[in-house]
């Protein structure tokens, strides 16, 4: 009994010993089949570049462009009231018509014929005009028939069709810059004696400027009853003490030359060296130039 129960066992239990032993490797398996990646799609660039092909419907036809036309921005920069930017403000604020009627719509073009009221004043077209000249000497501002000496508009000829005039003005031996333009309103501001920009002028005087009259005139003085200030007098480094050069806000040649005669002393040249932040780098005795946009909203703004 004990060898069939043994027997049992034997028949019905597998020995690991049985199973052959191999070393061979083990076959890959195969890959695994890949679709195609997934691409990742931007709706929102998508859309974008799907409305810039496809046309808004009932979109209405771009208006022929009439002749001579101008927008409304540039209509009123070149009329001399403000730049365009500034003007684009007063635009949508509503201070503008045309034709009497209130416009607030941006790039709304000016057609010849049509009039512009800006702000109650009624603009004019024409285009302002600014011009920076190294005056040389023997050329005067005054217009007076039979003068000895030429006419400072000489040598601006050509550079605009415009009637244009001096910021002020200067006598045959007065040098240096001088500012023309047909924009009115600059010239009087820049005339008045309140306004507040810097000239700087280099004065020539028969004989040394005494130190003590040069302390006197930068404290300021009394000239024919007016206060006069001196924003900043000294010698000029490098000459000899009759070069001055003198920084005030009168753009009055007049002005300059009666602070050192009131000291007794004889100007033999002055040259204006300096104009509410103009200068005369690149620009030779006797040439001109067009004022810069930025160098005309300069000028707006003192």
């Known amino acids: 009994m004990n060898n069939k129960g043994g027997n049992s066992r034997g028949n019905n239990g597998r020995s ?4 052959p032993s191999s070393n061979k490797p083990k076959p890959a398996l195969p890959k695994r089949a890949q679709g195609p990646k997934k691409v990742k799609i931007n ?21 022929p462009k009439v002749k001579d036309e101008i927008r409304l921005n540039k209509y009123i ?8 930017r500034d003007a684009d403000i007063y635009i949508q604020s509503g201070n ?21 009221n800006f702000d ?12 920076l000249l ?16 030429r006419n400072v508009l000489e040598l601006i000829k050509g550079s605009t069709t415009s009637k244009v005039g001096p910021i002020g003005r200067m006598d045959k031996n007065t040098t240096g810059l001088l500012v023309f333009t047909n924009d ?27 130190f003590e009259d040069l302390e006197k005139i930068n404290k300021g003085l009394v000239l024919e009853g007016h206060r006069v200030t001196v924003d900043e007098v000294s010698y000029i480094e490098g000459e000899s003490k009759n070069e001055i050069g003198i920084q005030l806000k009168s ?49 707006k703004n003192m």
């Open 77 to 84: 920069s070149n009329s001399g009231t403000c730049s365009r």
């Open 43 to 63: 709706t929102k660039a998508a859309e974008a570049e799907a409305d810039k092909v496809q046309k808004k419907p009932n979109q209405a036809p771009k208006r």
């Open 16 to 19: 690991n010993s049985s199973r």
């Open 251 to 299: 753009s009055n040649i007049k002005v300059v030359r009666a602070i050192f005669e009131h000291f007794e002393y004889n100007v033999l040249r002055v040259d204006r060296v300096a104009f509410a932040g103009l200068t005369k780098k690149n620009l030779p005795r006797g040439n001109w130039r067009l004022l810069t946009d930025q160098e005309v909203i300069n000028l």
């Open 120 to 131: 109650g004043v009624v603009l004019t077209p024409e285009k302002k005009v600014y011009i």
């Open 96 to 116: 503008v018509k045309v034709n009497g009627v209130p416009v607030t719509e941006m790039g709304y073009m000016v057609k010849p014929g049509d009039v512009v």
């Open 184 to 210: 009115t309103d600059m010239i009087r501001k820049f005339t008045l004696p309140n306004q507040k920009s810097s000239k700087i002028y280099q004065v020539s005087l028969d004989k040394n400027l005494k």
């Open 134 to 149: 190294n005056k040389p000497k023997n050329f005067t501002t005054a217009l007076d028939e039979g003068q000895e000496y």
